[in-house]
């Protein structure tokens, strides 16, 4: 791997005991299909672990938002997890963890900045998942999920009375997507007003979502003005769903019949 694995280790929390997993999660296809082409010994990639993390994300997401939210309805529930599991909220996740530093990536994928773009990142995360529980089981893997990609979605926890920052480095994207899942119309924005001189301006941006959501923002450009009027109805359309009464969650994994008693 280009970086240390022990460093990558001790930012997953996770010690593999079978490091060919974390070497296979963090190796995409195009060396893969690089080494094949020049006669080296076959190396396997990280798309089937892909497909088991995906698995294993919902699963985990899932279960942990049934049993902390127990009055919300289906609906409230399956917004919360589109949320969490959302391409935009997975790529922080990994730019987070500097997943790219430790990518496995051919010639042609390295030469075109495969180390940054976001569907190889989040590729990669959630192959990490897979590897997790492969090698450790399912209670690993919950710990990982549940730091890593469930702590930083909630954007206040009332029992500490914090603001957690999210992991969200998209909120146009993250925006548009909760929308969507909301059944909502898709976000519009507007340039409001421009003010000051032609070298030095800040714009102010405005975005709709429907007839009910709306927020605005100021910045110098606006690309960043959009992100953060984005954010404001982000982070509100999220917190109207958690200010339903909740109950705390039981600790992963489930108990058995036995401990139920």
């Given at each position: 791997m280009r970086a240390e694995s022990a460093l990558l280790e001790l930012k997953l929390k996770h010690r593999f005991t079978n490091q060919e997993l974390l070497r296979r999660a963090l190796t995409h296809s195009s060396l893969a299909?690089?080494?094949?082409?020049?006669?080296?010994?076959?190396v396997s990639d990280n798309e089937q672990l892909e497909f088991l993390g995906d698995a294993v994300l919902g699963l985990v997401v899932s279960?942990?938002?049934?049993?902390?939210?127990?009055?919300?309805?289906?609906?409230?529930?399956?917004?919360?997890?589109?949320?969490?599991?959302?391409?935009?909220?997975?790529?922080?996740?990994?730019?987070?963890?500097?997943?790219?530093?430790y990518l496995e990536l051919g010639r042609g994928e390295e030469m075109?900045?495969?180390r940054t773009k976001k569907t190889l990142l989040v590729d990669a995360l959630e192959a990490i998942i897979a590897a997790i529980y492969l090698d450790?089981?399912?209670?690993?893997?919950?710990?990982?999920?549940?730091?890593h990609v469930m702590d930083g979605q909630m954007v206040f926890d009332r029992e500490a009375g914090t603001d957690i920052q999210p992991a969200v480095t998209n909120f146009k994207e993250a925006l548009r997507d909760l929308a969507k899942v909301r059944k909502l119309p898709e976000p519009r924005y507007s340039t409001i007003r421009e003010q000051g001189p032609e070298h030095s301006k800040t714009f102010t941006i405005e975005v709709r979502v429907g007839k009910e959501w709306c927020g605005q923002a100021d910045a110098r450009t606006k690309k960043i003005a959009a992100q953060r009027a984005a954010r404001g109805v982000y982070e509100r359309l999220v917190a109207e769903t958690l200010e339903a009464p909740v109950e705390q969650a039981s600790n992963w994994p489930p108990m058995n019949a036995d401990e139920h008693g």
């Open positions: 299909c690089e080494t094949r082409s020049g006669g080296a010994a076959a279960d942990v938002l049934f049993r902390r939210f127990p009055l919300y309805k289906e609906g409230e529930l399956s917004t919360l997890k589109a949320s969490m599991v959302s391409a935009a909220h997975l790529h922080g996740v990994a730019r987070r963890l500097e997943l790219g530093d075109s900045g495969g450790g089981g399912l209670e690993p893997a919950c710990g990982f999920i549940v730091e």
